[in-house]
């Protein structure tokens, strides 16, 4: 759904990139409003059962009596690379404005590369975690955080891989216009800094 | 039905090619989606379980879920709201200004994704209207089985069902998507825009809501969910099949409502006409956006609560099951918080009608517009930090509750902002009593009530005695029904014209009003006093004590059906054969009146220019916009506010020839647009009221901007008072001849020039000429053909028929003489038809329909040939008398009609014998 936004257009305007916002870039920017307010009502209950039942007693212990363990150092180079995959799809649009084609696909490809590589690394950590979406409330929270948060990093892949296939197939995308591949690229920001917050939240503290 | 003309000449630079497929391909199309989901949905969930070897391979709800999430996506990309995207994901070159989906040439055009924002405005009102239909059935069902104590018509569970059913339907089927439907028509013309920003994403919107809408009603034959709409846990978690249903069609609603919220406020954000800066947008379209962005950020937590609830029902997650470390009150945080903003997304567009509504009808400037706009923004803000009052008794933190309850007290004053602007804005003004205006004052009344009564609720120490009683049922009737549901009807009857083209019928519409009014009184207030004291909500049974109020209220509720039945017979039959709109019917100022009826392709053909607030009514030479032709169309203006008034004072002769063409003839000119004045002082102004229709649909045709009202009375002081209101430079003051002209006799040409201090033009119109229907294609001519049947009973026929739009009547007597006619004996009978003829003509002159006739020397079919060929017949209706077997006239009528329709009329009795 979230592809929809970007690229539409207004009828009889001028082309979007002649005002200051492009309306899909405007439309983007309110949608990740919405998204934040989805990951936040999830936060919501993650506090919530760790402050209120849980009072802060944190992991708590699972059914066979020991505190639930989180990867840190592991999921914590995970994020690196997805980190970093938000600096190569910022060169990828730098690459445009400067009308090197081929930068663009290069950055959009490793920005891709490096989305996957998280989501792979994310499936293999629930292979080896040991517990499931149903041991308590931290393995819902937990589970539900993070997929969440996959699904969107999916998505996420998905919009660059349409800006991809435009590049590649129909010569999409000029130095003055670039709408949906700004909209995607800011997708693809947003669901870094929420995993960064994700990290920090439900790894780390 | 409405289907979209340009208005002028069009200038040719949208290509719109028609559409290359019917509507019932992308049904096919959208059924092999459904089923194509299903089945996916089954395979994919049977080789999950079976590969991961989950226990429980065949976990009921499991299935129910992922088949009913993907026959939901299937249907909207079977019935084409993505081809657009497919294209564009292949690499295909796509036409981002592609207008081939937009605008409705038949009514296929409505059934089949569309991107006209007009078409998918009138999309929304049929699917939400609907919807209150199945909502209104539930709740009828509630109130039968409450009528009486005990058991009546369903055990305690499927009585839940109902309620349950009820509210969600009416919630997120009817009131939150209805004002999207009126919003998505009004508001882009409004801010002087050809369109939305995301048209594609429009209809998407659209299309997102009719599984939601499927799944609600599925919901209550497999199962119903029970735990009322607000689905609270842990009785959330025991319910079955209909509460997954439940839980994803909120899903799909919410994704529905977030797109086109988005949508609205990029609109507004970009799409404004030059000039139109926000304090000069209407206040719906200020009331509109606030909303929109109540959505965007508060309809996310419902999701999210709805997510949770689903996980722990369909995947054992421990949400909210304290014996896994969950915390079940965190449900209602997370949907108070969606919820009780949403009760504004629910509130504040019908504010904004009102607002709209209550100006245009007072004909005075808002009082206090900033005031209200800026009190819609502060509800909205306020209205994210009161969630809590909703849990008082829950359990929650006790800290919570003061701070929860002063911020909801707080609240009431933004609100008492506005309803003291709407007095403001009535106080003093020329008050029109038109149905809007009629549901716009009646919902200040019930407003206020159900305003209060929150209050009430806020006040903690009441709370606490009141909650989950009926008087929380009686508050959120007079907010959602009284407040949320009267300006549904006041925005949809102050738009009717505007979107259908056609005129509602004004009484029907009274009598709607009034039938729902009083009805909905006597239901909803006396369950405040059940609540006092102490009958609970959402029970099935109840106290002896409580069955006589409450067999009241269930016969009371009967008064809303019937209202309901007549709004509903009225809103179509006016659609179909209603008198044609002309453009601008309640003289509003805001852009939308200053295009056709309905509006072309594309809205404008000529970009406007706003220059002033929208209000300004009675401010001399104020105005909103102007709007320019282009070369093509001529040039000039073609605003109307610099047209010139005249006030057109007659009776008799209104809708006559004569007086028509006068005023085609002004017309002509330019600067003329005409408020028609019929005084009545013998009070049958319901013959009035039809040659008024009937003249006004006759000019609206023709593009002549007119419009009137009949007043009962003193015509001098009903001349004065549209002089007061419309401010007009001339008056035409129409006559009988002297001697024939009550008017006259009493020196009124005269006396109005001193009352209104303008210039009167008089004319005189002679008893005959008034009587000559004026020749046009918007008046259908009946031609009744009877001999003795000829009578009351035909005449009632006619003005059956004239009920649903201008007709003029032909009265044709055949005598089909056996003998020579020159002798005294067929004299006689000549004479007796003719004095037959002439009693119907009377009558329907009586009743407001210009007639004519003559008695016939031949047979009916001869006359019917005269009908159809010396007075242009549109169609035939033959009077025969019941009982005498004269199907054979009728047949040789029928033959000699062609191809005019010929339609059969039994009169009951015998006409008096000679
Ligand atoms: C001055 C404004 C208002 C105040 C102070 C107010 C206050 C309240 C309070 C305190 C309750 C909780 C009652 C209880 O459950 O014990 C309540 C319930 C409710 N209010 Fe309001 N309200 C106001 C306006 C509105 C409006 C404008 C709407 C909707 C259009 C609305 C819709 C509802 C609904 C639906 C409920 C019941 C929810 C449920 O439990 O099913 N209220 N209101
Ligand atoms: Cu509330």
């Not at chain 2, 929860?404 to 709407?422: E, R």
């Not at chain 2, 809007?436 to 005695?465: E, H, K, N, R, Y």
């Not at chain 2, 055949?814 to 003829?837: H, K, M, N, Y």
Request: with cysteine; glycine share 10%.
């Amino acid at each position: 759904m979230a592809a929809d936004h970007a690229h539409a257009h207004a009828l009889g305007h001028a082309p979007a990139d002649k005002k200051p916002i492009s309306q899909g870039v405007l439309a983007m920017v309110l949608f990740l409003g919405s998204e934040a307010m989805l990951f936040a009502s999830l936060f919501t209950a993650y506090f919530m059962v760790r402050y209120n039942v849980a009072q802060n007693h944190w992991p708590p212990l699972n059914s066979s009596g020991e505190p639930f363990e989180l990867p840190k150092v592991g999921t914590g180079v995970n994020t690196a690379f997805l980190v970093f995959s938000s600096f190569t799809v910022w060169w990828a649009e730098h690459r445009l404005k400067h009308g090197d084609r081929k930068g663009l696909e290069r950055g959009l490809l490793v920005t891709m590369l490096l989305g996957l590589t998280f989501l792979v690394i994310q499936i293999n950590e629930y292979v080896h975690l040991g517990f499931t979406p149903q041991d308590q409330a931290f393995g819902s929270t937990f589970y539900t955080l993070t997929g969440f948060h996959g699904l969107h990093v999916f998505v996420g892949l998905v919009l660059l891989l349409i800006c991809y296939l435009r590049v590649k197939r129909a010569r999409d995308f000029t130095p003055t216009f670039s709408t949906p591949l700004v909209a995607a690229s800011l997708y693809w920001h947003f669901v870094d800094v929420v995993w960064v917050a994700l990290y920090i939240l439900v790894y780390l503290v | 039905m409405a289907t979209y003309q340009p208005t002028h000449a069009h200038t040719g630079h949208h290509h719109v090619h028609g559409p290359t497929r019917s509507a019932w391909d992308y049904w096919k199309r959208a059924i092999v989606g459904v089923i194509t989901g299903v089945v996916l949905g089954f395979i994919i969930t049977f080789l999950a379980r079976w590969l991961f070897g989950f226990d429980g391979l065949w976990a009921s709800q499991v299935y129910w879920s992922v088949c009913a999430t993907l026959a939901g996506l299937g249907f909207i990309i079977g019935i084409g709201c993505f081809d657009w995207w497919w294209d564009y994901l292949r690499g295909r070159k796509v036409d981002y200004e592609d207008h081939s989906l937009h605008g409705a040439r038949s009514i296929g055009d409505y059934f089949r994704p569309n991107t006209d924002h007009k078409v998918i405005g009138i999309q929304y009102l049929v699917l939400t209207f609907g919807m209150f239909i199945v909502g209104g059935i539930l709740a009828e069902l509630v109130r039968l089985e409450l009528a009486f104590p005990g058991q009546t018509i369903a055990d305690g569970e499927t009585y839940n069902g109902f309620f349950s059913g009820h509210a969600t339907v009416m919630i997120f089927g009817f009131v939150i998507p209805v004002f999207g439907g009126l919003a998505n028509y009004i508001l882009p013309i409004m801010i002087g825009a050809k369109d939305m920003a995301f048209p594609r994403l429009n209809a998407l919107s659209f299309w997102l809501l009719v599984p939601a809408g499927v799944m609600l009603g599925l919901a209550q034959f497999v199962g119903a969910f029970s735990a009322g709409w607000t689905a609270y846990t842990p009785l959330a978690l025991q319910g079955t099949t209909g509460q997954t249903l439940f839980e994803i069609a909120v899903q799909f609603a919410g994704a529905s409502s977030i797109a086109t919220a988005l949508n609205f406020l990029v609109t507004v954000m970009t799409m404004r006409a030059p000039g139109m800066t926000v304090w000069r947008m209407p206040l719906f379209v200020w009331a509109q956006s606030v909303t929109a962005g109540l959505v965007v950020f508060g309809t996310p937590f419902i999701a999210g609560s709805q997510f949770m609830t689903w996980f722990d029902r369909v995947m054992g997650t421990n949400f909210f099951n304290v014996g896994g470390g969950g915390d079940v009150l965190m449900y209602q945080h997370v949907f108070w918080f969606y919820s009780h903003p949403a009760v504004y997304i629910m509130m504040l567009p019908g504010f904004g009608i009102i607002s709209d509504v209550i100006s245009t009808f007072a004909r005075k400037p808002l009082f206090g517009y900033r005031a209200l706009a800026f009190s819609t923004v502060a509800i909205a803000v306020l209205g994210f930090g009161v969630w809590a009052h909703h849990m008082f008794v829950s359990g929650m933190p006790g800290w919570l509750r003061f701070p929860m309850m002063i911020m909801t007290i707080v609240i009431a004053v933004p609100t008492g902002v506005k309803v003291f602007s709407w007095l403001g804005t009535m106080w003093g003004g020329k008050i029109h009593l038109k149905t809007p205006m009629l549901w716009a004052m009646g919902f200040v009344f019930t407003f206020v009530i159900g305003g209060l009564s929150g209050v009430f609720l806020g006040t903690l120490p009441a709370d606490i005695q009141l909650t989950d009683t009926y008087y929380v049922v009686a508050h959120i009737h007079y907010v959602f029904f009284g407040g949320s549901v009267f300006t549904i009807f006041a925005g949809l009857y102050y738009w009717f014209p505007k979107m259908t083209g056609r005129m509602y019928n004004e009484r029907l519409g009274q009598i709607h009003f009034w039938l729902t009014f009083v009805g909905f009184n006597a239901t909803f207030f006396p369950m405040h006093w059940l609540g006092a004291v102490g009958m609970p909500r959402r029970v099935a049974d109840y106290d002896e004590r409580f069955a006589d109020l409450n067999l009241f209220i269930s016969i009371a509720s009967l008064g809303m059906v019937i209202g309901t039945a007549i709004f509903f017979y009225n809103a179509i039959n006016s659609w179909i054969r209603g008198p044609k709109a002309p453009w601008n019917p309640w003289r509003g100022r805001s852009l939308e009146w200053l295009v056709s009826s309905p509006p072309s392709l594309f809205n404008f053909d000529a970009v406007p220019q706003v220059v002033g607030g929208p209000y300004q009514y009675g401010l001399p030479g104020a105005r909103h916009a102007v709007i320019f032709a282009g070369e093509d169309l001529g040039g000039g203006e073609l605003t109307e506010v610099d047209r010139r008034t005249m006030l057109v004072v007659a009776n008799e002769s209104v809708g006559s020839q004569a007086l028509t063409d006068r005023v085609r003839q002004l017309a002509a000119s330019g600067v003329w647009r005409f408020t028609f004045l019929m005084p009545v002082e013998d009070g049958n102004n319901r013959a009035a009221e039809r040659r008024l229709q009937s003249a006004l649909s006759v000019l609206a045709a023709e593009g002549i901007d007119a419009n009137g009202s009949v007043v009962s009375g003193d015509p001098l002081s009903a001349i004065r008072t549209a002089v007061a209101d419309d401010d007009p430079q001339q008056i035409l003051l129409v006559t009988q001849p002297r001697g024939a002209s009550p008017w006259l006799d009493r020196d009124m040409v005269d006396r109005v020039r001193k009352a209104s201090n303008r210039a009167v033009t008089h004319m005189v119109i002679s008893g005959d000429d008034a009587r000559t229907p004026t020749r046009s294609s918007a008046v259908q001519t009946i031609a009744v053909v009877a001999n003795d049947a000829m009578g009351e009973g035909l005449a009632t026929a006619v003005q059956e028929r004239a009920d649903g739009g201008p007709v003029s009547a032909v009265v044709l007597c055949p005598l089909s003489l056996d003998g020579p006619g020159w002798t005294d004996d067929a004299e006689s009978v000549r004479d007796a038809a003719a004095e037959r003829a002439r009693a119907v003509i009377a009558s329907l002159q009586e009743a407001g329909i210009p007639a004519r006739g003559e008695v016939i020397d031949g047979d009916p079919a001869e006359a019917a040939r005269i009908a159809r060929d010396s007075y242009g017949a549109t169609s035939v209706l033959v009077g025969t008398i019941a009982g005498r077997g004269d199907a054979d006239i009728v047949e040789a009528v029928t033959a000699a009609a062609q191809p005019v329709p010929v339609e059969h009329v039994f009169v009951e009795a015998a006409p008096p014998a000679l």
